[in-house]
């Protein structure tokens, strides 16, 4: 159970952290939204920003379990 709760809290970071780098991609380049598929929402890439550090993340967890 502690297993899991800390690897909840991990990943639930990590998700931050990815938002946060795709935020600041954004900015880097000017970009308002990163496409046009949904708009008004700033673009696909707002919908899966978090997962592009907790996948990776996940299996790290996973190797090192």
């Known amino acids: 159970m502690v297993d899991l709760l800390l690897m909840a809290v ?3 970071v990590c998700g931050q952290i990815g938002d946060l780098i795709e935020s600041a991609l954004k900015r880097h380049f000017g970009v308002k939204d990163s496409g046009n598929i949904l708009p008004g929402h700033g ?3 707002d ?3 978090s ?3 907790v996948m990776p ?3 790290v967890l ?3 379990h």
């Open 43 to 45: 673009g696909i890439l």
């Open 51 to 53: 997962m592009l550090v």
């Open 57 to 59: 993340m996940m299996a």
């Open 10 to 12: 991990i990943l639930s």
């Open 47 to 49: 919908r899966f920003d």
């Open 62 to 64: 996973d190797m090192l």
